[in-house]
């Protein structure tokens, strides 16, 4: 949808300053996502962190002419040819925009807000809605505050029905996205602790939820949860209710039986006074409630009880994940399952541009057609060859009618199309890749699962999956704790606590953190290889690898005298000057560091005597902020640092960066940030002071080799230690203690979690394999095992065996293959 340059500037108010034309079709917020320059209209918003009026001039550069602003940058300030738009807030103006826009439209709009299964609500309902309809829904989860507005200025003349997700994390956010979004049905899916930080009580956080559906007509949610009812009664609104119910007849849409068996769930239900049914291929119960309220929307849409019950039995699964894996021949693959669309193609390969940056690596993307309902077929392929074009794909696999019919639109140095998947595989193109990031993106109907068979490499059953946005999540709870102007380092020391330092690094990288550290100068080498480029911090330098420092810009950690001489007189001989280096001051642990009373004066001499190095911070390290016990210790522990470093400074004119808190310090010590703050195992979820997991980043998983049915006179495993007191259903799973499962966890001492239920391991744990008692449980070879991950905390296993969480995190072997994925 196309806007001009004035209504937009009247429809938020903002006085501009150039007059150049201008149409606008694009609207950014992240100046690496730039697709189209000209139609663009840059939002330069500002968070805690970051202000985007930084990328301003790199963007016009890029021929980006249309900003949002609060001011204009000074450089910037002659140009004639662009047009700024100064307002008071640019995320306001973008939210006004988008008000703006939704009014024009007079359509049935779904709003979905709730704890858990907003997506999956969204997907399904358009999987049961979109036949007949022409739908706009936001892509993936973008139900922020910045992606609220995103997603509804996609609605358009053809569209015909809206569903959009909101997610809130603290007070007044939905106040700000009802306007927005301004639902005519609201689903409230669930109340749950996820996002609890910012709110009082789940009352609280239910109320404010609430408001998004101040103007509905219709309200859908679970009427047996007691919070919800009430909260729903207390909001006092006009609008009508479908609660449905398992347990009370009097609510409008009652669930009278609910049937599971091996391969689904049929639910009986009346609604209206009639009596109806339908079966979905799930049997959690967290699917059957996501169909409910699926059903309740489409019954006061009036589809009819048939239909709903025709399509409830295809419901596909939502594959919200984008997931990075190892590829054959040396490829990265990059698997989005997600729907085929042509916003989630942009995501995709916005992505897939991202993770090839600096290395050099070809750019393929295998792309099915698109079956996106309501767009005619010439206008999207010439979106999506744009799209193909503007992302720097290298290589393209094209797979399908339509998409081949437009192969001549697509301006790609490498390019195959095929009619369908089979011919794809038979073609042998597949086994032709190597080393390339390939972007496999195909529609449901394409089964594109046997693609990525082929490309995949198959490893061992047991693997170690990474969510990246609990790892942001993470993140963001701690930046919270900062003051704006604290900087951050983030530990990725140990491959990022066992998690793999790439793939984390570079999100790290993206959410623009400062610094990153590693342990040794190899590690740090391999990120810079990989594409990193933010500042890189080795926290134990070898005298052997300066040479590799120096060549990678991997700033050293100098803890004394001899070190420091011999990294002077390495820098001397390589013609280096002033290279940064961190100044380790020892105020107690006693490990590595200067002498605090003894070393600042001789340190600054020696400094201020060269020009080889030059220090960029100095720090010192917590011994035990992560418990009150030793309060006083590390009041004193940075009273002394702060003495040392101000010693230290008082030497130099130019600023040398200040920071002693770890995790558990940013939590504890507040007034202790000083310029910057080391964050280790917060990022991968622990909270080191309560030992809980905040969001779960690590799940290592694996799956049932075989079943024996075994006699309770028998024993189980290596010295007959699994003794037996009952008949038992014993299973064998491919994970020991070559993997990093510790042996002291096998009888008994531990459990794994098979399909939710707790099977304790039984006899001792063997090298490569363990036994587990899955006596009671129901399961089958082949079904998945945690070992641990969302609900079984890595704390479990560190109290079980006394030791602390970051020991099992690290312990995870590198034969265990590592899966990234986000949603
Ligand atoms: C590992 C490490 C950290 C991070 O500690 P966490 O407890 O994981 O937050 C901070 N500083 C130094 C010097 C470290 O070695």
């Not at 996502?33 to 918003?45: I, K």
């Not at 609060?70 to 002659?78: F, L, R, S, V």
């Not at 909101?166 to 007070?171: D, F």
């Not at 794809?424 to 496999?440: E, F, H, M, N, P």
């Amino acid at each position: 949808m196309s806007s001009s340059i004035e209504e937009i500037v009247s429809v938020i108010g903002a006085n501009r300053v150039g007059d150049r034309p201008a149409q606008v079709d694009w609207i950014l917020t992240d100046s690496r996502s730039l697709c189209f320059p000209e139609e663009t209209l840059f939002f330069a918003l500002k968070t805690k962190r970051n202000d985007g009026h930084k990328y301003i001039e790199e963007l016009y550069a890029r021929g980006v002419y249309n900003f949002v602003v609060t001011e204009i940058p000074k450089k910037m300030q002659g140009c004639k040819d662009i047009n700024f738009l100064v307002v008071s807030n640019v995320l306001k103006a973008l939210q006004r925009l988008a008000a703006k826009h939704r009014e024009q439209f007079d359509v049935p709009v779904v709003g979905i807000t709730g704890s858990n299964g907003k997506t999956v609500v969204k997907e399904w309902l358009y999987q049961l809605l979109s036949p007949e309809r022409r739908i706009t829904r936001s892509p993936r989860s973008y139900n922020s505050q910045i992606g609220v507005p995103l997603s509804v200025w996609m609605m358009d003349s053809h569209t015909e029905l809206g569903i959009f997700e909101a997610g809130i994390s603290e007070m007044g956010e939905m106040e700000a996205l009802e306007p927005i979004i301004r639902p005519t049905i609201g689903v409230l899916t669930n109340i749950g602790g996820a996002h609890q930080e910012n709110f009082t009580s789940l009352q609280e956080k239910c109320m404010e939820k609430l408001l998004l559906f101040k103007d509905c007509d219709v309200i859908i949610y679970n009427g047996d949860n007691e919070l919800i009812s009430s909260c729903v009664a207390k909001s006092l609104f006009a609008a009508r209710e479908i609660a449905w119910s398992m347990k009370d007849v009097e609510r409008p849409l009652f669930v009278e039986k609910i049937e599971k068996d091996a391969t689904g769930t049929t639910v009986k239900y009346r609604y209206l006074g009639f009596f109806k049914e339908y079966r979905i291929p799930y049997i959690d119960d967290a699917s059957i409630e996501n169909s409910l309220n699926c059903l309740a929307v489409a019954l006061y849409l009036m589809v009819s009880p048939e239909t709903i019950a025709e399509r409830m039995a295809c419901l596909e699964p939502v594959a919200m994940r984008l997931e990075v894996k190892e590829g054959k021949n040396g490829c990265v693959l990059i698997n989005d399952s997600y729907n085929s669309d042509f916003a989630s193609l942009d995501i995709a390969l916005d992505f897939m541009a991202r993770r090839s940056e600096g290395k050099m690596r070809r750019r393929t993307l295998i792309l099915s057609d698109i079956l996106e309902t309501g767009q005619p077929g010439k206008l999207l392929y010439r979106q999506v060859a744009d799209l193909v074009h503007s992302r720097g794909v290298d290589r393209l696999i094209g797979v399908g009618e339509e998409i081949s019919a437009a192969s001549a639109r697509f301006e790609v140095k490498d390019k195959q199309f095929f009619q369908t998947t089979k011919e794809l595989i038979a073609s042998g193109v597949l086994a032709s890749l190597r080393g390339d990031v390939v972007l496999v993106k195909g529609a449901r109907a394409f089964h594109f699962d046997e693609v990525t068979d082929l490309l995949e490499l198959k490893v061992h059953e047991t693997i170690l999956e990474i969510n990246l946005n609990a790892l942001v999540d993470n993140l963001n709870y701690y930046r919270n704790k900062l003051k704006p102007e604290t900087k951050l380092m983030c530990m990725v020391k140990a491959s990022a606590y066992g998690a793999g330092p790439f793939e984390v690094a570079k999100t790290l990288e993206e959410h623009r953190v400062d610094y990153l550290a590693v342990a040794v100068a190899d590690e740090g080498a391999d990120l810079r290889k990989a594409g990193i480029t933010c500042p890189i911090i080795i926290m134990n330098p070898e005298v052997t690898a300066f040479k590799t420092m120096f060549a990678y810009r991997l700033e050293p950690n100098i803890y004394g005298f001899r070190i420091l001489e011999d990294l002077i007189k390495a820098a001397e001989r390589e013609g280096v000057s002033n290279f940064p280096i961190h100044i380790k001051i020892d105020t107690g642990m006693h490990r590595l560091g200067f002498d605090p009373y003894n070393d600042m004066k001789p340190l600054v001499e020696r400094l201020n005597r060269q020009s080889a190095v030059i220090p960029r911070s100095v720090f010192s390290h917590l011994v035990g902020s992560d418990s009150s016990r030793f309060d006083a210790f590390t009041r004193k522990q940075i009273e002394t640092f702060e003495a040392a470093s101000a010693e230290l400074q008082a030497g130099f004119t130019h600023k040398i960066l200040r920071h002693i808190c770890n995790t558990a310090g940013i939590e504890r010590y507040p007034g202790a940030q000083f310029d910057m703050v080391r964050l280790g195992i917060g990022l991968y979820g622990i909270d080191p002071y309560t030992n809980r997991v905040l969001h779960n980043v690590s799940t290592l998983k694996t799956t049932i080799l075989q079943i024996h049915n075994v006699s309770a006179d028998e024993t189980i495993g290596y010295s007959r230690k699994g003794v037996l007191h009952r008949d038992s259903r014993i299973a064998t799973v491919p994970i020991g203690y070559a993997d990093g499962l510790n042996r002291h966890l096998g009888n008994g001492n531990a459990y794994c979690l098979v399909n939710g239920q707790k099977a304790p391991y039984i006899g001792n744990i063997c090298m490569d394999v363990c036994m587990i008692d899955v006596t009671g449980i129901d399961c089958k070879e082949g079904d998945k095992v945690v070992v641990f991950g969302d609900d079984l905390p890595v704390t479990v296993l560190s109290n079980a065996l006394d030791t602390i969480p970051y020991e099992i995190l690290t312990n995870v072997s590198n034969r265990v293959k590592r899966v990234y994925f986000q949603d």
